[in-house]
């Protein structure tokens, strides 16, 4: 039985790509990787990739607090 698995292509991007989907630096993600939040896919050296799974879960909304009425000043 063969195991179920993403498309490569799919799953595991450049590190690029992953700072232009959520709109941040290729710093930010390297210091994700760095502070062990996601996990850096290095291939032969230089190449590295990273799963957008985990960079996308180190994204959440922030909660939201009670709303304050309209006329609350």
Known sequence: MAKSQAPASNRFVRQEAAAER????VDTIRRLI???K???????????????DEVDACFRPI???????????
């Open 63 to 73: 909660p939201q607090s009670a709303r304050l009425p309209v006329n609350f000043m």
């Open 34 to 36: 760095a502070a062990g």
């Open 38 to 52: 996601i996990t850096g896919y290095r291939l032969n050296g230089r190449i590295i990739r990273v799963d957008q």
């Open 22 to 25: 959520w709109d941040v630096s």
